[in-house]
């Protein structure tokens, strides 16, 4: 089943004295982009957390966010009393101010404001490690269910192509029909007497130039081929995109060759919807 790039996942986790919120979004890209934002505290497990996402999303523009909220009495950041002091001091010589207003202003001073850095206690990462994986299977329902949608706007389009293929098909004998007498008409009005067997050789050549059967096969087999891997076990957005050039190639093809006003009509509409696929398949993993 196919998958879009496009997706969302979170979970929460409650500690006695925290609240830790973990957060990933994603959206297209040509390989996996990840920026990963939380506390320094657990930036030792960043490289950990990067090879678990990479493995399950594979490819996209993801952000992961791992948010901290201290919702105890228990916190690491400690005023520097002594530097507060000191910066209240100077300021009382630059400026007249009450005191709340110079402590607000004093507050804002470098190191006046201390994180003391803890070491990751590892039952609370075990804890957290559930967490990422409960968002990244939150996020991977969330790409699925959009690519079943992707799955259904492609179907429906590779059946509009069949259709406007087999209408290429049945008009195909008139197009020839339609070359061969304009042919013999150019001739007739030329009022020049010719070889019937040389004009006949020549008019075979001539519409062998124009003959697309080769194309009209080689199209409905990529179409085939195209539902074969929308079906498949893997989410292959980049061969559904090369199968669509080939696709694309063919229909362009049949349109340099058709010389024929219905004909080319068909192949603009092809084109058209062929183009929508295109721009759908840059959502799928």
Do not use: C
Not at 123 to 134: A, T
Request: charged share 35%.
């Amino acid at each position: 089943m196919i998958q879009s790039m496009t997706g969302y996942g979170k979970s929460v986790l409650q500690l006695p004295t925290k609240k830790i919120s973990i957060e990933l979004k994603s959206l297209n890209s040509k390989s996996l982009d990840l920026n990963a934002r939380m506390p320094s505290m657990y930036r030792a497990k960043e490289l950990a957390i990067r090879k678990l996402i990479a493995k399950n999303l594979v490819r996209g523009k993801v952000d992961f966010s791992l948010f901290v909220e201290i919702t105890g009495e228990d916190t690491s950041s400690k005023i520097n009393k002594t530097v507060v002091k000191e910066y209240i001091k100077q300021l009382k010589e630059v400026v007249d101010g009450d005191a709340t207003e110079l402590l607000k202003m004093a507050i804002r001073l470098p190191d006046a404001v201390t994180t003391e850095r803890d070491d990751i206690d590892e039952e609370e990462w075990s804890l957290i490690s559930k967490e990422i994986n409960e968002a990244i299977a939150n996020i991977v329902i969330y790409r699925k269910d959009e690519g079943a949608t992707l799955k259904q706007d492609f179907e429906d389009r590779i059946a509009t192509l069949r259709r406007l293929l087999q209408e290429v098909i049945t008009m195909d004998p008139d197009r020839i029909d339609g070359v061969r007498a304009r042919l013999e008409k150019g001739i007739a009005d030329i009022k020049e007497k010719v070889d019937e067997n040389r004009f006949e050789q020549e008019l075979v050549y001539y519409i062998e130039k124009f003959d697309i059967t080769e194309e009209k096969v080689r199209l409905e087999n990529h179409l085939d081929y195209f539902i074969k891997s929308l079906n498949s076990d893997d989410s292959n957005g980049k061969k559904l995109g090369f199968i669509s050039q080939e696709i694309g190639r063919e229909i362009n093809t049949i349109g340099s060759k058709s010389n024929y006003a219905p004909m080319q009509k068909l192949v603009v509409q092809m084109k058209d919807e062929l183009e929508k696929i295109k721009e759908q398949l840059l959502n799928v993993l």
